[in-house]
């Protein structure tokens, strides 16, 4: 265990930064040495959040000043393609936690094809994991790079994972209904939907085609050790935070919901950051909003041998940030639940 981690944080200022800058500051074992952006260099992070305790932070500086003698881990919340350039040029000592999608999918003619730019790096990708934690925490400590999934697909596959694993649903019928708070866009969220009131309408976007579905298509294929295509749909509704998906699924054999929320609770006992609802019984984000848990609720649909799965989380939490630091906690042997609760 450390007394002590030395940390850098690139991409400091956006959405993820800052919920990273918020967790850290009161995470007992890390000391923020850098906070890197583009832009803004020379301004305290306070400026950008009034409400970060600012424990003698440092200023805003470029990530090329970053000394890396002085640094065991480097989070990266920026934009795709940026944590490849850093990959390449940090020690072998330092972790890199990445919570962009650069090194998410495994193979590079996808990721060209879903994040339309080259991979620049691509014989680093074998000597990076993809952390869920509650799946890898015990693979995490041999890599110097993990790669921490989206927020949607952190959603689905924690109370899918088990179900493939243990055979309990058709993977050839799963439907995704997912729905996000617009922080999950980035900050340049208004430039992207320029058209859209987002504060007072609901918008699906990336109907059929969005990023995220390479990425839970190929963790659940790795799973059922078959390829596995899903239906998925996000998306934006009139708040700033919280993700809710609901999944439409068929059981198999004699299986049904019961069974399935038995066998979710038996399987993630020991995962103190998954909470379930009771059988039958539906939830809401506000249940999950500024924590790193993941809420599940599994009910019974109408029609035999079907079951519904919603899943909550706080998209820039579990989805991002508390994940991130989550998978920090277990790389370097401290408790999980650090600075998490």
Not at 4 to 26: D, E, F, H
Request: net charge positive.
């Amino acid at each position: 265990m450390r007394d002590s981690l030395n940390i850098a944080i690139a991409g400091a200022t956006g959405y993820v930064g800052l919920q990273l800058v918020k967790i850290l500051t009161k995470h007992p074992s890390a000391k923020i040495k850098y906070l890197c952006a583009t832009q803004s260099i020379g301004k305290r992070i306070r400026f950008f959040d009034k409400t970060i305790i600012d424990k003698k932070l440092p200023k805003i500086s470029n990530v090329n000043n970053i000394n890396w003698n002085l640094i065991n881990v480097i989070f990266t919340a920026l934009p795709n393609g940026e944590a490849q350039k850093i990959a390449k040029i940090i020690p072998s000592d330092v972790k890199l936690i990445d919570l962009s999608g650069d090194f998410r999918l495994k193979d590079i003619k996808l990721y060209k094809k879903w994040y339309g730019i080259n991979h620049k790096c691509k014989n680093l990708l074998s000597k990076s994991i993809y952390s869920i934690t509650e799946f890898a925490r015990e693979n995490l400590p041999m890599y110097n790079i993990i790669s921490c999934p989206g927020c949607y697909p952190t959603s689905v596959q924690i109370p899918l994972v088990p179900l493939i694993k243990n055979k309990m649903i058709n993977t050839k019928k799963i439907i995704i209904d997912s729905k996000s708070g617009f922080s999950g866009g980035g900050k340049d969220i208004k430039n992207k939907f320029k058209s859209v009131d987002l504060n007072n309408s609901v918008t699906a976007y990336g109907v059929g085609n969005h990023k995220h579905v390479p990425e839970i298509e190929q963790e659940l294929s790795k799973v059922a050790k078959k390829n596995i295509r899903i239906s998925f749909t996000p998306h934006l509704i009139p708040m700033f935070r919280g993700i809710l998906s609901t999944m439409y699924l068929d059981t198999t054999k004699k299986n049904n919901a019961k069974k399935i929320y038995n066998y979710l609770k038996s399987y993630h006992k020991n995962n103190i950051f998954i909470k379930f609802a009771k059988f039958n019984k539906s939830l809401s984000t506000s249940e999950v909003i500024n924590t790193n848990n993941c809420y599940i609720s599994v009910c019974e649909n109408r029609t035999k041998n079907q079951v519904i799965i919603i899943s909550a989380i706080d998209n820039l939490i579990k989805g991002a940030s508390g994940q991130a630091v989550q998978n920090m906690n277990v790389v370097f042997n401290l408790k999980e639940t650090m600075g998490l609760l």
